[in-house]
């Protein structure tokens, strides 16, 4: 039958089914060919913590969300258009964020008794009218699987696990997205094993075939190109751009890159992604425990290589001690830290913002460390270049926060020019004149970095107080406190070699949004559609939380009311208090999922209208 062809602006789909249904593999691939064609787009994967959660229940089921448009998208969504649910669970688990008449494209065979009892459904939805509202497409996608794969000689079971690949064809032909690039994935990733590269190949195309075919379907939707700025794009996750952006920064700073790690989630893919570059110099140690990761990542600094270590807020706990080292040794070390909910071990494959506090204060005595943030998942390689660059000019460690959120989900990154990027390589002493170890560059207050090994520049370091300038173990009082006051200083004048804080809107005005880290798209979002609407609202989103830009409290003062999203507890919030003196009000949410813009515009709007 002849089929109609819709244009719209943006389409939010989710794909949702059982942890071993690959949700995750069939969003990932949809998102790699809608960046190819030119749309932007922002994704958010959501998965159980469990390697393999019992089948059909809720708590086992995976979603992998893309939001994807013609015009700027900054947020993966805050409801879906359409819903592939392989299961009863799976529409239990999602319905709720499905925009009312929105699509929902079931597997019926994933709606059969024993699942229906799993998920907790008292009758059948697909049969009892309570899905009335949305547009549903009953797809025995299972069986239809099974049919293409009949004469291949895999096992029923490989064959059930293919059906992901259909639900992938359908919605590459509902959407108008060509079939090429997963072909030649398919092909790049199974070429070794025939069986399963042609089964899969079979069953993606049997998924578009009966879009094509079928008189259940008669639209198609297509989705123009954005108008992004000229240059050359991929689709990156943070994880990945946390990875090339230390491998750059090792680059432009002229030294090898060391990274001693210890696997946690969500962290580890940054581990797994540089354990594939060694053939630009950088060298991985998956160490024993949290400690030994950031020990030898200490001792790489002091042997002359950028020494970096990754984890999450339990890691961080235990690397406490040996921050605390970094500090009073004053070695270049960068600690990645991409958050999750806490605590304890918490939700590890959910996201949170709750390790600020722990990123300011977590050590024992006084031991001040510049913090940087990075907003968005491309944005994670500037935010850990930056992180770099103050690492080793001023000679200290460097906490760089990311989230599960930025970590895992993707969106067009517009590859920079290698060359464009600043030269950032250490000043190390080879001058034994005057040598001495903690002797401070007068603008910086930066020790030397002299690599053991030079001609005349041997000296000792250790966590023991140091004397000024000969770095000798000392216990007076007075020289104590010099040297903590000394330190904290050299992390204060770092607020001389960042940018002045910018503020997206109007300078001064009404209210003021300011956040931190993956709020960004969420916050953004809400500002824009409450200006398009008359509200007097502008947007802060700080970079450098540790120490701040110069300029954040003159941009404070010049707005009547302030709201800090946060999805804590009220942390960022509490600093602004103290140190600037104003009524900042949080907005905070501790879900293990980031803001819909639409929760931040109605508390916008409601301390317009003095109900807060």
Same mark, same amino acid.
């Not at 140190?579 to 508390?603: D, R």
């Given at each position: 039958?002849?089929?109609?062809?819709?244009?719209?602006?943006?389409?939010?789909?989710?794909?949702? %089914?059982?942890?071993?249904?690959?949700?995750?593999?069939? %969003?990932?691939?949809?998102?790699?060919?809608?960046?190819?064609?030119?749309?932007?787009?922002?994704?958010? !994967?959501?998965?159980?913590?469990?390697?393999?959660?019992?089948?059909?229940?809720?708590?086992?089921?995976?979603?992998?969300?893309?939001?994807?448009?013609?015009?700027?998208?900054?947020?993966?969504?805050?409801?879906?258009?359409?819903?592939?649910?392989?299961?009863?669970?799976?529409?239990?688990?999602?319905?709720?964020?499905?925009?009312?008449?929105?699509?929902?494209?079931?597997?019926?065979?994933?709606?059969?008794?024993?699942?229906?009892?799993?998920?907790?459904?008292? $009758?059948?939805?697909?049969?009892?009218?309570?899905? $009335?509202?949305?547009?549903?497409?009953?797809?025995?996608?299972?069986?239809?699987?099974?049919?293409?794969?009949?004469?291949?000689?895999?096992?029923?079971?490989?064959?059930?696990?293919?059906?992901?690949?259909?639900?992938?064809?359908?919605?590459? +032909?509902?959407?108008?997205? &060509?079939?090429?690039?997963?072909?030649? +994935?398919?092909?790049?990733?199974?070429?070794?094993?025939?069986?399963?590269?042609?089964?899969?190949?079979?069953?993606?195309?049997?998924? +578009?075939?009966?879009?094509?075919?079928?008189?259940?379907?008669?639209?198609?939707?297509?989705?123009?190109?954005?108008?992004?700025?000229?240059?050359?794009?991929?689709?990156?996750?943070?994880?990945?751009?946390?990875?090339?952006?230390?491998?750059?920064?090792?680059?432009?700073?002229?030294?090898?890159?060391?990274?001693?790690?210890?696997?946690?989630? *969500?962290?580890?893919?940054?581990?797994?992604?540089?354990?594939?570059?060694?053939?630009?110099?950088?060298?991985?140690?998956?160490?024993?425990?949290?400690?030994?990761?950031?020990?030898?990542?200490?001792?790489?600094?002091?042997?002359?290589?950028?020494?970096?270590?990754?984890?999450?807020?339990?890691?961080?706990?235990?690397?406490?001690?040996?921050?605390?080292?970094?500090?009073?040794? #004053?070695?270049?070390?960068?600690?990645?830290?991409?958050?999750? %909910?806490?605590? $304890?071990?918490?939700? !590890?494959?959910?996201?949170?913002?709750?390790?600020?506090?722990?990123?300011?204060?977590?050590?024992?005595?006084?031991?001040?460390? *510049?913090?940087?943030?990075?907003?968005? *998942?491309?944005?994670?390689?500037?935010? @850990?270049?930056?992180?770099?660059?103050?690492?080793?000019?001023?000679?200290?460690?460097?906490?760089?926060?990311?989230?599960?959120?930025?970590?895992?989900?993707?969106?067009?990154?517009?590859?920079?020019?290698?060359?464009?990027? *600043?030269?950032?390589?250490?000043?190390?002493?080879?001058?034994?004149?005057?040598?001495?170890?903690?002797?401070?560059?007068?603008?910086?207050?930066?020790?030397?970095?002299?690599?053991?090994?030079? &001609?005349?520049? #041997?000296?000792?370091?250790?966590?023991?107080?140091?004397?000024?300038?000969?770095?000798?173990?000392?216990? #007076?009082?007075?020289?104590?406190?010099?040297?903590?006051?000394?330190?904290?200083?050299?992390?204060?004048?770092?607020?001389?070699?960042?940018?002045?804080?910018?503020?997206?809107?109007?300078?001064?005005?009404?209210?003021?949004?300011?956040? +931190?880290?993956?709020?960004?798209?969420?916050?953004?979002?809400?500002?824009?559609?409450?200006?398009?609407?008359?509200?007097?609202?502008?947007?802060?989103?700080?970079?450098?939380?540790?120490?701040?830009?110069?300029?954040?409290?003159?941009?404070?003062?010049?707005?009547?009311?302030?709201?800090?999203?946060?999805?804590?507890?009220?942390?960022?919030?509490?600093?602004?208090?103290?140190?600037?003196?104003?009524?900042?009000?949080?907005?905070?949410?501790?879900?293990?999922?980031?803001?819909?813009?639409?929760?931040?515009?109605?508390? @916008?709007?409601?301390?317009?209208?003095?109900? $807060?």
């Amino acid at each position: 039958m002849k089929k109609s062809t819709k244009n719209v602006s943006d389409v939010t789909i989710r794909f949702a %089914g059982d942890s071993g249904d690959g949700m995750q593999l069939t %969003g990932t691939q949809f998102t790699n060919t809608t960046a190819i064609l030119g749309n932007d787009l922002s994704t958010l !994967p959501d998965y159980p913590a469990e390697i393999r959660a019992p089948q059909g229940t809720l708590f086992g089921v995976s979603g992998f969300q893309v939001h994807f448009g013609s015009a700027e998208i900054n947020t993966p969504g805050d409801v879906c258009d359409v819903l592939v649910a392989m299961n009863a669970a799976a529409l239990k688990v999602n319905l709720a964020n499905l925009v009312d008449g929105g699509a929902i494209i079931v597997d019926t065979d994933g709606f059969n008794d024993r699942n229906l009892r799993l998920s907790g459904y008292a $009758s059948n939805p697909l049969k009892d009218a309570s899905l $009335s509202k949305y547009q549903v497409f009953e797809v025995d996608i299972t069986k239809l699987t099974q049919l293409a794969l009949a004469e291949s000689n895999l096992s029923s079971k490989f064959i059930d696990r293919s059906k992901n690949f259909f639900a992938l064809g359908l919605m590459y +032909w509902m959407y108008n997205r &060509p079939m090429e690039p997963t072909i030649k +994935w398919i092909n790049s990733k199974f070429g070794n094993k025939p069986d399963i590269k042609d089964a899969n190949l079979k069953v993606m195309q049997a998924g +578009w075939s009966y879009g094509e075919t079928t008189e259940m379907f008669t639209v198609r939707y297509e989705v123009a190109p954005a108008k992004l700025p000229p240059g050359r794009y991929r689709n990156i996750t943070g994880n990945q751009a946390t990875a090339w952006g230390l491998m750059a920064a090792a680059k432009k700073a002229k030294m090898d890159l060391f990274l001693g790690s210890y696997p946690i989630t *969500p962290a580890s893919d940054i581990l797994h992604e540089l354990a594939m570059y060694k053939n630009f110099g950088v060298k991985t140690f998956q160490a024993e425990d949290e400690i030994a990761g950031i020990t030898s990542a200490i001792g790489a600094s002091f042997g002359g290589a950028l020494g970096v270590t990754t984890t999450s807020g339990p890691g961080i706990a235990l690397k406490t001690e040996a921050l605390g080292l970094a500090v009073m040794v #004053e070695l270049p070390l960068v600690v990645v830290n991409v958050q999750r %909910g806490g605590p $304890s071990t918490g939700l !590890p494959t959910k996201t949170e913002q709750a390790d600020l506090m722990q990123a300011l204060y977590g050590r024992n005595g006084e031991a001040p460390i *510049p913090i940087v943030a990075a907003c968005t *998942p491309a944005d994670c390689f500037d935010a @850990v270049f930056e992180a770099v660059r103050i690492a080793i000019k001023y000679m200290t460690p460097v906490i760089c926060l990311t989230d599960g959120y930025l970590g895992n989900g993707s969106e067009p990154w517009l590859i920079p020019s290698f060359d464009a990027l *600043p030269d950032i390589s250490p000043k190390l002493r080879t001058d034994p004149n005057g040598f001495m170890p903690y002797l401070r560059d007068e603008k910086t207050l930066a020790r030397p970095y002299a690599i053991p090994g030079t &001609p005349g520049l #041997e000296h000792r370091i250790g966590g023991l107080e140091k004397q000024h300038l000969t770095g000798n173990v000392n216990y #007076e009082p007075e020289n104590h406190e010099f040297m903590v006051k000394l330190r904290a200083e050299k992390v204060e004048r770092i607020a001389n070699d960042i940018p002045l804080a910018k503020v997206e809107g109007d300078p001064k005005g009404e209210m003021l949004l300011i956040g +931190w880290g993956g709020t960004y798209g969420a916050i953004k979002t809400a500002a824009i559609n409450l200006r398009a609407r008359g509200v007097n609202v502008s947007h802060l989103h700080l970079r450098h939380l540790n120490p701040m830009p110069k300029n954040v409290g003159e941009i404070l003062y010049n707005f009547k009311q302030i709201l800090v999203p946060e999805l804590n507890m009220g942390q960022l919030v509490k600093v602004l208090r103290s140190k600037y003196l104003v009524p900042a009000i949080g907005l905070n949410k501790i879900q293990g999922q980031p803001f819909k813009s639409t929760e931040i515009e109605m508390k @916008v709007e409601e301390m317009l209208k003095g109900k $807060s």
